[in-house]
């Protein structure tokens, strides 16, 4: 293809109304390397964006993408990350259908402790959804995009034409959804991770609509139906971690990411640790009572004495 200052590009990966994505090579490193080539509309709107890329390079977490290298090409500028072989989530949903129980809480938990590191560095994603979570082929969750592709206007220009949305609706917190602004901070984020865990448990967002003005309304007044309730095999447990993060509030939501991490690990530690569910799980104990009480009585009959005859009447 063509090069990229030191940057060989080889394939492109991927296109959207924001910038087109590359698999490249790193000159000075021989690695490969994922490119994102961003377009923005002005000078200062290209200056913005390059200030926030180097304040994630700043960010060194396994379950995050990292950033390596910014710069200009044309005009236009382009961000240098780690490539990761995999796919996104909601591809592998939509290919595989909704994950286990104890796989999407896995999943959450991991991206939770990648968000709680991101908010100890100030930095805020703002766009969570399965497209920004990249699946290595080992199953580990990658969180990928920080804030590069949620800027107010462009997000009102990217989920409307004529009314219609773009993408897959329902992922926006209450607060986005309105254009509050200074409400959005790392409660938001949290929204965000409930509504990802959503998807995984469920194959479909939290909230659905067909017009921007309905998916603002759903999403600030209609609660989502429980996931338990779209999938019966889904914890309920997790169902209530699930929509605690959904909950239209910031306030009412878990107080940070590190919280939501540690109630999915309490879920995971219960019954469905090892994939029983939980009615399987108190059967198990009932059976295992039940046998020792056997066991007990048994060994009573054999170790009890043995009354003697009575002596029998002598015979004429």
Known sequence: ?????RYELLDLL?????GSVYRALDGATHESVAI???????????????????????????????????????????????????????AQIAREGPLPSYGAAELTRE????????????????????DNVLVDPTGKPRLTDFGLSTQTSDEQERLTVSGAL???????????????R???GPATDLYGLGAVLYFALTGQPPIQGTTLPQVI???????????????????????????????????????DAQT??????????????QGFPLWAAVALSLLGVLAVGTGWALGRLKSAPVAAAPPRAPTR
């Open 182 to 184: 200074e409400r959005i």
């Open 36 to 90: 994102k080539l961003l377009h923005s509309s002005s000078p200062k709107a290209r200056e913005r964006m390059l200030r926030e890329i180097r304040a994630l390079a700043a960010l060194n977490h396994p379950g995050i993408v990292r950033v390596r290298d910014a710069g200009t090409h044309q005009g236009s500028p382009f961000v240098v990350l780690d490539f990761v072989e995999g796919e996104t989530l909601s």
């Open 260 to 273: 939501v991490a540690e109630a999915l690990e309490e879920v995971l530690d219960g019954p469905t640790r």
């Open 217 to 255: 309304a759903a999403t600030c007044s209609e609660r989502p139906r429980p996931p338990h309730e779209l999938n019966p095999d889904v914890d309920r447990r997790l169902s209530k971690v699930c929509l605690r993060c959904l909950a239209k509030e910031p306030a009412q939501r878990y107080p």
């Open 1 to 5: 293809m063509s090069a990229l200052d």
């Open 14 to 18: 991927g296109q959207g109304g924001m």
């Open 111 to 130: 991206l939770a402790e990648a968000l709680d590191h991101a908010h100890r560095q100030g930095v805020i994603h703002r766009d969570l959804k399965p």
């Open 166 to 180: 773009l993408g897959t609706p329902g992922f926006l917190s209450p607060e986005q959804a309105q254009g509050q």
